[in-house]
């Protein structure tokens, strides 16, 4: 095992929260920094309060993830971090990496040797290692395929307390170095709390393992959801909800078969950064949620990616129909299963700052599927399914802030083309040919 060192958490959201716990066990000093805003406040106020940042769990399977630690230092945006961090943890979400790494003190990012990415997306090693390259610097940089499962404030609002509610079974993660000490290390730590890390050559392979990569374009950028996203609902409409099928969601068979054009278009795009891409619908069901074999026989999930694409999109469809109830849970006396798919769609809101804003998703999936629009340009990889999602959502965003002219509106309303950010990703793929 190797030593970690002094670990610096950037970010102050419930993932910061349990990650920062988490990474307190291997016993060095944990300290923990996020930008100034009015979020951070709240969250930096409560920890100035009891000095404690504390995880519960909401199920006694998951309580190997419950406990505290006491943050060595604090520091209430970027610029203040002071002293010598061996280890950073980047919790920020993916567009934060750079705005991050730019705000640290240029000898405090110097002595850090390795970054962990906790969420990224596909390209930000690339992103991370050719910033810090440009810095003269050469850290370690790693990236996991998702955040370990679902951590949330209890309260709803920001605090000391963090609540984990689900965990995935297993992750994957990659480093620049190859096989590094540093992820036998956090494999050692994740498997203690029974997450299987699943160690890949490099970071671009669990990059490409995070399901939400493949499923979210389709599920939010497509005309049905968008419209219960942006389209301000009136009071006391219906719900709709995300994972159901048309008319109580937005599963088609076209939008299904949306999805299967995109993982072939990600595919190959993946598979020209060196990566080995995925059988879908296997990692549908064996990351994600199983469903009965009865439902989706072994054989045809093993077979899946050399199927003709109506059955690949007929599987696909049976998953999704088969998982609007929880087929593992018990019935009710009425025979019902438990409504697994009522995840509502989330519309725009207010945020803190009294803006108006856009849910986290569709928000980061705009920033993860732009940027994968940009690395395929690069690469001269053809992606018309992608790119008639992102003309959708780009329409719904000119719409909105016409709609709410005049009213405050966060960023997430701006077409953007993350030019910065794809400037340094496609370098850093050059880079590393
Ligand atoms: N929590 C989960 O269960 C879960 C599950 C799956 C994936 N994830 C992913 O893990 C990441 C962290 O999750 P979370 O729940 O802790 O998210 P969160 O509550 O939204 O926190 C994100 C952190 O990033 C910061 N941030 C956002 N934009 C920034 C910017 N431009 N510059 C600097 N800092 C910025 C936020 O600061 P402010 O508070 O000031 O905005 C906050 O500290 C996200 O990418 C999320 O999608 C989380």
């Known amino acids: 095992m190797t030593d970690l060192g002094d670990v610096l958490v950037a970010g102050t959201g419930p993932a910061a ?55 060595a230092q604090r520091f209430q945006g970027y610029p203040s971090v002071t002293g010598a961090w061996d280890t950073l943890v980047l919790t920020v979400t993916a567009d934060a990496y750079v705005p991050v790494l730019r705000q640290l003190d240029h000898q405090v990012l110097g002595r850090i040797s390795r970054i962990v990415l906790l969420s990224p997306t596909l390209g930000s090693s690339s992103l991370v290692q050719e910033y810090a390259r440009q810095q003269g610097l050469d850290p370690e940089v790693i990236s996991f395929s998702s955040y370990l499962g679902d951590t949330r404030w209890p309260e709803r609002t920001p605090g000391a307390t963090a609540l984990t509610a689900g965990v995935k079974h297993r992750i994957y993660a990659g480093s620049t170095a190859g096989s590094s000490a540093t992820l036998d290390t956090l494999s050692d730590l994740f498997e203690s709390v029974g997450i299987t890390l699943e160690l890949c050559p490099r970071p671009v392979e669990a990059e490409s393992r995070n399901i939400s990569l493949y499923v979210h374009p389709p599920l939010f950028m497509n005309p049905f959801t968008l419209e219960g996203v942006f389209a301000t609902a009136a009071p006391g409409a219906p719900p709709k909800y995300v994972y159901k099928l048309f008319p109580e969601g937005p599963i088609t068979p076209s939008l299904i078969a949306t999805m299967v054009a995109m993982w072939r278009e990600l595919t190959a795009i993946i598979t020209r950064l060196g990566g080995t891409g995925v059988n879908l619908l296997a990692f549908m069901l064996e990351d994600s949620y199983p469903v009965r074999p009865e439902s989706i026989a072994p054989a045809d999930i093993a077979a899946f990616e050399r199927l003709p694409t109506t059955h690949q999109e007929y599987l696909v469809y049976v998953r999704y129909a088969s998982l609007l109830i929880d087929p593992f849970s018990e019935p009710d006396h009425d025979g019902r299963y438990f409504d697994f798919s009522a995840i509502p769609i989330r519309p725009i809101h207010r945020n803190a700052a009294g803006a108006w804003d856009v849910p986290r998703m569709p928000k980061e999936d705009y920033y993860r599927t732009k940027v994968i629009q940009g690395v395929a340009r690069h690469l001269g990889v053809a992606c018309p399914r992608i790119d008639a999602l992102l003309a959708a959502y780009e329409e719904h965003l000119v719409r909105a802030r016409t709609q709410h002219a005049g009213d405050p509106m966060s960023e997430a309303f701006e077409v953007r083309d993350f030019a910065d950010d794809l400037e340094l990703i496609c370098a850093g793929i050059e880079g590393a040919r």
């Open 17 to 71: 929260v349990q990650t920062a716990v988490l990474l307190a066990r291997l016993g060095r000093p944990v300290g923990i920094a996020g930008r100034i805003s009015e979020r951070s406040e709240a969250f930096f106020t409560a920890l100035n309060g009891s000095g404690v940042l504390r995880v519960e769990v909401q199920s006694e399977r998951h309580d190997a993830l419950r406990g505290e630690g006491r943050p």
